[in-house]
């Protein structure tokens, strides 16, 4: 069967701008590739309902997810995955060729020529603040990237979605990184650690979900000239459920509030199904919607019903 090359029901995705009225609390997303249409669709659904928080730390997928949320464009996300999927510059040999890497993440975060580019004043207005987490690949750790603070925020957001094995490292001021997701899939520490006592936590994956307990043995193959981020990369299953765990136990404290998948994600890492993609897109919609409520009373706000 022919795949679709756009998503059927995309006129149906919502559009606009989202108020500039800031909530107070840090906003953490998980990567996961094209798994992230579920976190552009809990995005929509917050900014359609108000829900703006003054800082958002992101990984991989949501870091490129976070972009468009700071810049208050609703839907223009899940447009871009659910028109550009089968579009070889976004995703294949064309992008591979133009940006080095399978995925040109800049149809995210830059001006690609699209129809419709990221607001760039609205993105840079510094009372929201926006962080993209890469790692390093000469000392194995993770670091996070603030706009405003470091020399190119959006290069920084181009390292924090380079996938191992298939684009080659990004350097940012002579250093070498990679995905964020390689030392860090989930960054609620970092919020932890600044002090921030509203933190929501937005998944990719059902919170039942553990990867393989095993150590991948292809790192040692293609990193062994960079041991730090080989070993990380070896043991990235284990370290990804230590912080699933603990994302777990610290909502069930109320330390945090967790918001995940309600069934399980079906969606490959570059998943060519546009349809599957645009269901996983609204479960996130409904997902968000359906515990608004919660997130509004964990947050001590009050707001408007969403407008679509």
Known sequence: MTQKKIYSGIDRIPSGKASEKLTPGCLVLEGGAFKGLYTQGVLDAFMLSDLNLQCVIGVSAGALSGANYVSGQIGRSARVGLTYRHDPRYVGLKALKNSRSIVDVGFLTEDRGIYEPLDQERFNRPEQRFLAVATNCLTGEWEAFEKGKCSDIFLAARASATLPYLAPMVEIDGTPYLDGGCACKIPYQWALDNGFEKIIV?????TAFRKKNREDPLAEKVYRKYPKIMEKIKRMNLEANREFEEVERLHEEGRLLRIA???EVLVSRLERDMEKLGELYW????????????????LGVDGPEATA
């Open 261 to 263: 998948p309600s069934r």
């Open 202 to 206: 937005i998944r990719t994956r059902e």
């Open 283 to 298: 479960l996130g919609y409904s997902d968000a919607m359906e515990r608004l409520g919660e997130v509004r009373a964990y």
